[in-house]
């Protein structure tokens, strides 16, 4: 089964070993720099792909100077890209400028990022266009597009597709939302955005059923009977990036193939084990890790 990937690409530029937060008026020295492609449909389809799963991707793709940084890593990654577009020339490319702080003894690596997004997240899609790809899984990257584009979950489920979701954190969010996360399988927040929604007054379900991410802590699955949770596997990171969406692409594959809820969870972390490991999102030391 066919899974595809919806939502914005960035060009992220990761700046490594940052010692603190930049302030006001004035500059900060990092040890590192990536620039890689980003975004949650990006990433999840390259894991997935790197998985065996066939991976379709739906985004527009960002202009220069990022445009051919980010058409090189979706050729390399194997992605079927058919379904993309070409950004407006007159708007501005959609960039992530990840900071990813210097771990210590007693503080991890953590991230902070600033983003530009702009323009529609992905050309509009039809049934046709689904159906003749054999696509059986629609998996959107942020809650922020499916907010844009609402009318993809009408669209799937007319073909016949189960949907995942991500959240990603935007504090644009409010409890309208919360209508939108009701109506897919597969919901995907990390912990901060689990806390966050809770606190807007979005309950945490067992339907949908809630996948939630919380980084060394493991990951934990909300059920009708209860919780299920699976431990993190010991790592020392070397860039969080992308992390998350590698655990949805874990998860995801095995949920898509039939297995029990600790299986695709231990699949999850595994694949979030993985990203840590390497620097960027996806990148080709990725692929072979994986």
């Not at 999840?44 to 980010?70: E, H, T, W």
């Not at 890593?73 to 501005?92: F, K, T």
């Amino acid at each position: 089964m066919g899974v595809l990937c919806v939502g914005r690409i960035y060009c992220d530029l990761i700046f490594q070993d940052v010692p603190r937060l930049p302030t006001m008026g004035t500059e900060v020295f990092t040890g590192g720099l990536e620039l890689n492609a980003g975004g949650g449909a990006y990433i999840s389809a390259a894991y997935l792909k790197s998985l065996g799963r066939p991976a379709f991707l739906a985004s527009m793709i960002p202009n220069q100077p990022f445009r051919d940084i980010v058409q090189q890593q979706i050729e390399a990654a194997d992605l079927d890209a058919s379904l993309c577009a070409a950004s407006d020339p007159a708007l501005d490319p959609q960039v992530t400028v990840a900071l990813i702080n210097q771990a210590t003894q007693s503080e991890p690596s953590d991230r902070a990022f600033i983003t530009r997004r702009v323009g529609p997240a992905l050309p509009r899609l039809t049934q046709e266009q689904l159906t003749e790809r054999n696509i059986g899984h629609l998996h959107i990257g942020e809650l922020a597009t499916l907010i844009e584009q609402p009318y993809l979950l009408d669209l799937a489920k007319q073909a016949g597709l189960t949907i995942s979701l991500d959240c990603s954190w935007d504090d644009s969010i409010t409890i309208a939302a919360a209508s939108l996360i009701s109506r897919v399988d597969l919901f995907l927040p990390n912990q901060s955005e689990a806390q966050r929604l809770e606190s807007l007054g979005v309950e945490m379900a067992s339907k949908p059923i809630w996948v939630v991410k919380c980084g060394a802590d493991g990951a934990f699955v909300k059920t009708e009977s209860g919780v299920i949770h699976c431990p993190a596997i010991k790592t020392q990171p070397v860039d969080t990036t992308g992390a998350g969406d590698a655990f949805n692409s874990g998860f995801l594959n095995q949920w898509l193939a039939g297995a029990d809820t600790l299986a695709c969870l231990q699949a999850g972390i595994a694949c979030g084990t993985i990203a840590v490991q390497s620097k960027g999102g996806f990148t080709p030391e990725s692929s072979k890790a994986s």
